[in-house]
């Protein structure tokens, strides 16, 4: 825009009242660098207005350059006084300083034009004249760089670097500088011309039109005395979000609930008053006028400036009006009966245990019965026998630890170890298995009577929806028949309907938005209980839980409304702030009851997670007991192992050690107690007696009964136990132990 013309503008826009507090003006370079040319009374009625223009940084040269310029253009311009210099001219002057320079880099020897023979009034450029040496003078000055009178003269990639912007505000008699921009750190306060750094401060105070310090909005509310006519849904129930109430003598209309308390707590936040009055969508005779989608409608048409209620925020209804952010959260939710769950599962006794961690309790078991087996065997008659016997032992004693009610004696001090360990945690896991127990037969477990909707469908029962609700359509899209779907008005109603029973034209379960099933929830917690879509959607095929989820609850304008971003910024003070709890506490009543028995319901599963610590232990030490126990057992073998010139193979070696395993050991310090109980002892010459763990007795190859394994008698006496021994007769390494050679020796 010429400033001429932009003069006219600003004193036009002051006399109609443009220039008052609450207006913006940003004007570009084309004006702001000329507005030296302009008159006072211009410069008067731009007070206030922003301006941009290419930043020339004062420095000595340019005070020189323009004294200079100064001084001749009065001597060829006598006439006119007080002429200044603008940005044109000093590129022109750099323009031609960097053209002189690339001419001397390319060199004259060859500098010539050649002229064309053409009429003076021709318009065919082609046939002007022209520079000969062009690509060298052209390459000449791409590579020309220099400190200009408007700043550093470069080129980058063929292109002249553009210099920074300098924004100014009309304030007085001239333009101030109250920042910069630059193309890599846009908006600053001041530019380090030595390092070309730009400080991060703000921007300098800004004097608006009006002589304001306060940053406007660039719009207005009109004054003219009109008030927002904000539209109000009538409904029939949950009258706790709205409730339109109408005095039949006074005939004054009352709008109370907690939508209206929301918004009016938004409108206090905003930096501006606004005036607005509320208008129920209703008929002449204060029924509704219609459903939610009608009365969105109503205000895209103009017949309200704005919707306030439990408008849900969604996608076809964006198209015509704009929503303010949301002041609630919303998704959609199924209601269900609550039924006692208690006592009407058989195997109840196995739930306070995850099947993991009864796997790896049952393989405990086996375990540590192994590894008392092992370190008991040589020494302890109790675990001796025929092989289906000594396993029997085994599992007995493993799984009577668990009540502790094993008789058998364990004498080896590893075994020991082992048992009293395992018996810690076999402790520590009956005490939460009871207490986990205990809960679950005596806690109330209320869980729904339906929990899935293709049980829903496939059994053809019916559900109830909220009257004129976009969740009818949901429904529909799962597969429900309109036989199947009833509407409801109030929570009333909807307790009705439940109460029938799907038999007698009731509901088995009730689809609803959040807000109103928390709600009905609230209020009969022990007859009902939400189900999440992530819940009532496993068993189908479909998987987008999106559909079930909306933006929530928002306050709907007219499409271009200046007051939407407000209103959205100042939702977020109420919902960020205390007012919101406030606002809910005085209009949802919420039943500690309810909130007790909710978290009472809840009895989680114990699982492998919270005992592997005492399984690890267990483990370690039992591993542990049985790895030093059968290397001292091979050790003391080590010569049946490494006899490398026998002829048995090394299984038949292996086998040989086997049989030795599975007798009794001689040296145990057990066979000589035979006096202090009726289990072990040694039985005393002359009164022989076979064991009946261990078969007959059977003679070894020199004739005499073996003695290499004793045993005790009930009376206390000892007599030598007659063992057939487990090794081949013909074995001419086999060694007769007399019972004389019993020592004590702590296995």
């Known amino acids: 825009m010429f400033p001429s013309l932009g003069a006219r503008l600003f004193i036009k826009a002051k006399e109609i009242g443009m220039m008052s507090e609450g207006y913006v003006w940003i004007m570009t370079d084309g004006m702001t660098n000329l507005l030296s040319l302009l008159d006072p009374s211009a410069i008067d009625s731009m007070q206030g207005a922003l301006g941009v223009r290419p930043y020339v940084p004062r420095t000595k040269e340019l005070e020189y350059f323009r004294v200079r310029w100064k001084k001749k253009f009065h001597r060829d311009h006598p006439d006119i006084v007080d002429a200044e210099l603008n940005i044109y001219g000093l590129w022109a002057y750099d323009a031609t300083m960097a053209l002189a320079m690339a001419i001397e880099e ?32 052209a390459e000449a000055l791409s590579n020309t760089c220099f400190r200009g009178l408007t700043g550093d003269f470069l080129f980058i990639n063929n292109q002249l670097q553009s210099s920074a912007f300098e924004i100014v505000n009309l304030n007085g008699v001239g333009p101030k500088g109250i920042g910069f921009w630059t193309s890599d750190r846009g908006l600053v306060k001041k530019l380090n011309s030595a390092t070309n750094v730009s400080s991060k401060a703000k921007l300098s105070t800004i004097i608006w039109p009006g002589d304001s310090t306060s940053v406007p909005k660039g719009w207005e509310i009109p004054t003219n005395g009109k008030r927002l006519q904000i539209g109000v849904p009538v409904k029939v129930g949950f009258r706790e979000f709205v409730n339109v109430t109408r005095d039949p003598f006074t005939k004054v209309t009352k709008v109370t609930g907690y939508c209206i308390d929301v918004f009016d707590a938004v409108m206090k936040e905003l930096p501006y008053p606004v005036d607005y009055d509320y208008i129920p969508f209703a008929l002449p005779n204060g029924s509704s006028a219609g459903t939610y989608n009608d ?71 086996l375990f540590i019965g192994f590894v008392v087996w092992v370190l008991e065997h040589r020494i302890n008659d109790d ?24 008789r058998e004696r364990v004498f080896n001090n590893w075994a020991r170890l082992v048992v009293i360990i395992w018996s810690f945690v076999l402790l520590i896991l009956t005490q939460s298995y009871t207490a986990s127990l205990a809960s679950l037969l005596t806690v109330q477990r209320l869980q729904p009577s339906v929990i899935y909707v293709n049980e829903l469908i496939q059994n053809r029962e019916t559900v109830g929806y909220p009257v004129g609700s976009f969740i009818y359509g949901i429904l529909k899209g799962l597969g429900f028949q309109d036989n199947q779907l009833v509407s409801y008005n109030s929570p009333e109603e909807l307790d009705k ?19 109103y099933i928390k709600f009905i929830w609230a209020r009969s917690c022990s007859n009902y209980t939400t189900v999440e879509p992530s819940t009532f959607m496993l068993k189908t095929q479909s998987r987008n839980f999106q559909q079930f989820k909306t933006d929530g609850y928002g306050f709907v304008f007219r499409r271009g409304s200046p007051l939407v971003p407000d209103v959205s910024k100042a939702i977020l003070k109420v919902t960020e702030n205390d007012k919101m709890r406030r606002i809910e506490d005085a209009w949802f009543v919420k039943d500690s009851k309810c909130h007790e028995r909710n978290n009472s319901v809840s009895c989680s599963v114990l699982g492998i997670d919270s005992f592997w610590g005492l399984f690890s232990i267990a483990g370690a030490i039992s591993l542990s007991a049985l ?32 049989r030795i395993f599975n007798q009794m050991d001689p040296k145990a310090h057990t066979l000589e107690k035979g006096g202090e109980d009726g289990r072990s002892g040694i039985n005393a010459p002359g009164e022989a007696a076979p064991n009946l763990r261990n078969g007959p007795a059977q003679a070894d190859p020199n004739g005499e009964p073996s003695t290499e394994h004793v045993d005790s008698i009930s009376d206390g006496q000892t007599t030598p136990d007659v063992v057939p021994s487990s090794e081949p007769a013909n074995n001419p390494n086999q060694e007769i132990q007399p019972s004389t050679d019993i020592t004590h020796e702590n296995n």
């Open 106 to 137: 390319a060199g004259t020897a060859n500098f010539s034009i050649q002229r064309a023979n053409v009429p003076r009034n021709s318009t065919d450029l082609e046939t002007l004249k022209f520079f000969q040496n062009g690509p060298n003078l």
């Open 295 to 365: 009365l969105v409608y109503q205000v895209h048409l103009g017949n309200f400036d704005a919707a306030v209620g439990d408008i849900t925020i969604i996608a076809n209804r964006s198209l015509y009006v704009d929503y303010t952010l949301p002041y609630t959260e919303c998704n959609v939710l199924m209601l269900a009966r609550v039924q006692d769950e208690k006592n009407k599962n058989a195997m109840i006794f196995l739930k306070p245990l995850s099947w993991e961690l009864w796997v790896t309790i049952f393989c405990f078991f």
């Open 383 to 406: 675990f001796q026998g025929p092989p289906f016997y000594q396993a029997g032992t085994s599992l007995w004693f493993a799984f009577s630890t668990m009540i502790f009610a094993h």
């Open 497 to 515: 309907l439940f109460s029938e029973g799907t038999g007698n034209h009731g509901i088995a379960a009730a689809f609803d938005e959040s807000p």
């Open 627 to 658: 790895v030093t126990y059968t290397a001292k057992f091979i050790h003391e073998h080590w010569e049946i192992l490494k006899d490398s010139n026998s002829r048995p193979s090394i299984w038949s070696r292996m086998l040989h050690l086997l």
